[in-house]
């Protein structure tokens, strides 16, 4: 997958290395975003993840596979905006303060696939390596295997989430982190795959409008009491994030910069 184009259609195994070790994340995926016409102002412009989905010739019946990744997309976004309603809430804010972050959001639907990999504990072998997710929140759909691990803060270890039927998994991302000023912190999480069997998971991330301007919310800071973060819009740092990730060593170095003072507050917090 190049960063350089909307990141749709397949990834191949070990693209990611979130860890910086090792030959990379032992999975693979399929990524879809809010399907949008060639000549949409939002894809002409090259906003991040706007456009037309790839779909791969091998599928069995096109239409079909079309109609239920749509809907679900559809449903997940619909969510994504009630969440960002409660939250608002939480933050003493208006319900509907965040909904000109969430109009026009860039929305990705990742179908992932975790072979099953050793069951030596002492393997540095991650179906996904320990990392926060980076926009404004994720969605997971996961299957009864298992394998998904959080860092538990308190206790200082990784603790399972064990699936639980018709259940779904919230994660914020560290464009809250920044954002709330540190009042919300985004959750390191890893994938761990030894069921023995394949694991397949679908997670939704909701990033928010490419344009917007993310600065400090108001309520999260006191009055004589400065923003830790500059401000940045949505298209900015997830485009940097992304060049991190993928290890473009020559868009990373140019635009990595805007997210390590995040990235490094996460890592303080973990060893807090």
């Given at each position: 997958?190049?960063?350089?184009?909307?990141?749709?259609?397949y990834?191949?195994?070990?693209?990611?290395?979130?860890?910086k070790?090792?030959?990379?994340?032992?999975?693979?995926?399929f990524y879809?975003?809010r399907?949008?016409?060639?000549?949409?102002?939002?894809?002409?412009?090259?906003?991040?993840s706007?456009?037309?989905n790839?779909?791969p010739?091998?599928?069995?019946?096109?239409?079909?596979?079309?109609?239920?990744?749509?809907?679900y997309?559809?449903?997940m976004?619909?969510?994504?905006?009630?969440?960002?309603?409660?939250?608002?809430?939480?933050?003493?804010?208006?319900?509907?303060?965040?909904?000109?972050?969430c109009?026009?959001s860039?929305?990705?639907l990742?179908l992932l696939?975790?072979?099953?990999?050793?069951?030596?504990?002492?393997?540095?072998?991650r179906?996904?390596?320990?990392?926060?997710?980076?926009?404004?929140?994720?969605?997971?759909l996961?299957?009864?295997?298992g394998?998904?691990?959080?860092?538990?803060?308190?206790?200082?270890?990784?603790a399972?989430?064990?699936?639980?039927?018709?259940?779904?998994v919230v994660n914020?991302?560290?464009?809250?982190?920044?954002?709330?000023?540190?009042r919300?912190?985004?959750?390191?999480?890893?994938?761990?795959?030894?069921?023995g069997e394949?694991?397949?998971?679908?997670?939704?991330?909701?990033?928010?409008?490419?344009?917007?301007?993310?600065?400090?919310?108001?309520?999260?800071?006191?009055?004589?009491?400065?923003?830790?973060?500059?401000p940045?819009?949505?298209?900015?740092?997830?485009l940097?994030?992304y060049?991190?990730?993928?290890?473009?060593?020559?868009?990373?170095?140019?635009?990595?910069?805007?997210?390590?003072?995040?990235?490094?507050?996460?890592?303080?917090d973990r060893?807090v």
């Amino acid at each position: 997958m190049d960063i350089g184009t909307p990141n749709l259609g397949y990834e191949r195994l070990r693209a990611q290395n979130f860890e910086k070790r090792g030959p990379g994340d032992l999975k693979e995926g399929f990524y879809l975003c809010r399907e949008l016409a060639p000549n949409h102002p939002a894809v002409k412009a090259g906003k991040f993840s706007q456009g037309e989905n790839k779909y791969p010739a091998e599928i069995r019946d096109p239409t079909r596979f079309r109609a239920v990744v749509n809907e679900y997309h559809t449903l997940m976004t619909y969510l994504s905006r009630e969440i960002f309603r409660i939250l608002a809430l939480t933050l003493d804010l208006r319900a509907d303060w965040f909904d000109e972050f969430c109009r026009d959001s860039a929305t990705i639907l990742r179908l992932l696939r975790y072979p099953p990999q050793e069951t030596d504990e002492s393997s540095l072998e991650r179906g996904i390596g320990a990392h926060t997710d980076f926009g404004g929140l994720t969605i997971l759909l996961q299957d009864d295997k298992g394998g998904l691990q959080v860092w538990d803060r308190e206790a200082s270890q990784w603790a399972d989430v064990v699936p639980i039927p018709g259940a779904l998994v919230v994660n914020l991302g560290n464009m809250m982190m920044r954002w709330t000023n540190d009042r919300y912190l985004s959750n390191l999480h890893r994938v761990i795959n030894r069921s023995g069997e394949e694991r397949y998971s679908a997670p939704f991330f909701f990033s928010g409008n490419p344009d917007f301007l993310v600065e400090c919310i108001p309520s999260c800071k006191g009055e004589t009491e400065a923003a830790k973060y500059p401000p940045i819009t949505v298209q900015e740092w997830m485009l940097a994030r992304y060049a991190d990730t993928y290890g473009n060593s020559q868009q990373a170095e140019a635009m990595a910069e805007l997210s390590r003072d995040t990235e490094d507050a996460i890592v303080v917090d973990r060893n807090v």
